[in-house]
């Protein structure tokens, strides 16, 4: 059962910049498809952004589309999620998530999900 653990999450303000981190023990992980989703209060779960296993494609939502970018090391065990010119829209509960095969924007296409970290932008 792999765990994957979210962190870097804040308070900021509009135009600045987080960093958010997704960390597993599971030695297995380079090899999984890894997504960002995010849920803001009283709204659906909605896809941010996913990377390949091995190239490491990515692919990104209309929304966040030239202000986040999604990378991974694998040396770390670890995806991270740059987020750039944050707005208040942003603000939301970011989770990671693990596929092994599908590369999808569905929440039901992965397999494996955090406990989220908490992303907060004021205007």
């Known amino acids: 059962q792999m765990q994957l653990v979210e962190s870097g999450g804040g308070l900021v303000q509009a135009g600045d910049s987080l960093r958010l981190s997704c960390a597993a023990s599971?030695?297995?992980?380079?090899?999984?498809?890894i997504g960002w989703f995010r849920q803001a209060p009283g709204k659906e779960r909605e896809f941010v952004a996913r990377?390949?296993?091995?190239?490491?494609?990515?692919y990104y939502a209309d929304s966040v589309k030239g202000r986040f970018t999604i990378s991974r090391d694998s040396t770390k065990n670890a995806v991270y999620l740059q987020m750039n010119s944050l707005q208040p829209e942003d603000t939301a509960v970011y989770y990671c998530?693990?596929?092994?095969?599908?590369?999808?924007?569905?929440?039901?296409?992965?397999?494996?999900w955090g406990q989220g970290t908490q992303v907060t932008v004021s205007s």
């Open positions: 599971e030695r297995t992980f380079s090899s999984y498809i």
């Open positions: 998530a693990a596929s092994r095969f599908i590369h999808g924007t569905d929440r039901a296409h992965y397999n494996y």
């Open positions: 990377i390949g296993a091995s190239v490491g494609l990515t």
